[in-house]
Nanobody, 126 residues
Framework: VQLQASGGGSVQPGGSLTLSCVASGFALRYYAIGWFRQAPGKEREGVSYIRGRDGMTTYADSVKGRFTVSGDNDKNTAYLQMNNLKPEDTAVYYC????????????????????WGQGTQVTVSS
């Protein structure tokens, strides 16, 4: 089981970025992907989640209306489209899956995410 996150970069406030998370060793359609971020000196925060089976999504209040999580089960890839980026979105972004403990009956935000990608840096600055 592996996750490969990419797509980070530096943008000005108000800009956009799209992150990708390529999964290998398992089929995304049977699991869920969570996108998390961690800024220096801050705790890790879950920002967006998507369930592979039906595309159900959940967002943190801090990104609702600006971020969109999606998945392509044929490509076994999840995406995080980030619009209207703000300086406070600056962080290392990670994708993760709950491979061993996944259940359709557990809320996405409560899943035991146990496999993580390597992280990709997003910097929002003028």
């Amino acid at each position: 089981v592996q996750l490969q996150a990419s797509g980070g970069g530096s943008v000005q406030p108000g800009g956009s970025l799209t992150l990708s998370c390529v999964a290998s060793g398992f089929a995304l359609r049977y699991y869920a992907i969570g996108w998390f971020r961690q800024a220096p000196g801050k705790e890790r925060e879950g920002v967006s989640y998507i369930r592979g089976r039906d595309g159900m999504t959940t967002y943190a209040d801090s990104v609702k209306g600006r971020f969109t999580v999606s998945g392509d089960n044929d490509k076994n890839t999840a995406y995080l489209q980030m619009n209207n980026l703000k300086p406070e979105d600056t962080a290392v972004y990670y994708c993760a899956t709950a491979y061993h403990g996944y259940s359709d009956y557990v809320p996405l935000t409560n899943l035991p995410f146990d496999f993580w990608g390597q992280g990709t840096q997003v910097t929002v600055s003028s």
